[in-house]
T-cell receptor, first 115, second 113 residues
Framework: ETGVTQSPTHLIKTRGQQVTLRCSSQ?????VSWYQQALGQGPQFIFQ???????GRGNFPPRFSGLQFPNYSSELNVNALELDDSALYLC??????????????FGPGTRLTVL | DAKTTQPNSMESNEEEPVHLPCNHS???????IHWYRQLPSQGPEYVIH???SNVNNRMASLAIAEDRKSSTLILHRATLRDAAVYYC??????????????FGEGTQLTVNP
């Protein structure tokens, strides 16, 4: 059983550019969530995808968008990058079953720096 | 999600037990209590969760107060590798809250050799 992987590890962009971050979920998981973690703070929920559809979103503007693919991979896209977008971006996957709660498995994150 | 309150930091000595407290006085009847931890330069890691009864797993134990307004994460023998930020998070069932985790400030645990 492989864990959650993310690519790239580090990325440097300039203001106004667009970026795509990638995540490979744990095999068999049907839900992927993305989080933004600024330095010294806890992760903040961006959105989640369940069976390839967005079904929950945090307080982030529409320039943050995502995709989930049938092969357990997913993407986070950020358009028109701003300096405040500099952060660690975390992907988490889980297997959601009817009723109860789920356990999130996080990847190591992608460190994005916007200059 | 209901709010939790944790101490900003705690210290422990290696091989001693650690009790990490969490207050959640506004917890609802359907909220699960989750604990995650984040080691330096890593993504958060699931530790344990419970609803009403105390829970044990290979990593830790979770003691839940009878009124559910507080809980304690217990590391039975701290190691240097347990130094991390520990987050106590309340979550309703998936049908209600989805997979969203609402992280607070957490408790920075320092383990002294």
């Amino acid at each position: 059983e492989t864990g959650v992987t993310q690519s790239p590890t580090h990325l440097i962009k300039t203001r106004g550019q667009q970026v795509t971050l990638r995540c490979s979920s744990q095999s068999g998981h049907n839900t992927v969530s993305w989080y933004q973690q600024a330095l010294g703070q806890g992760p903040q929920f961006i959105f989640q995808y369940y069976r390839e559809e967005e079904n929950g979103r945090g307080n982030f503007p529409p320039r943050f968008s995502g995709l989930q693919f049938p092969n357990y991979s997913s993407e986070l896209n950020v358009n028109a990058l701003e300096l405040d977008d500099s952060a660690l971006y975390l992907c988490a996957s889980s297997l959601v079953l009817a009723g109860g709660t789920d356990t999130q498995y996080f990847g190591p994150g992608t460190r994005l720096t916007v200059l | 999600d209901a709010k939790t309150t944790q101490p900003n930091s705690m210290e422990s000595n290696e091989e001693e037990p650690v009790h990490l407290p969490c207050n959640h006085s506004t917890i609802s009847g359907t909220d699960y209590i989750h604990w995650y931890r984040q080691l330096p330069s890593q993504g958060p890691e699931y530790v344990i969760h419970g609803l009403t009864s105390n829970v044990n797993n290979r990593m830790a134990s979770l003691a839940i107060a009878e009124d559910r307004k507080s809980s304690t994460l217990i590391l039975h023998r701290a190691t240097l590798r347990d130094a991390a930020v520990y987050y106590c998070i309340l979550r309703d069932s998936y049908e209600t809250s989805g997979s969203r985790l609402t992280f607070g400030e957490g408790t920075q645990l320092t383990v002294n050799p």
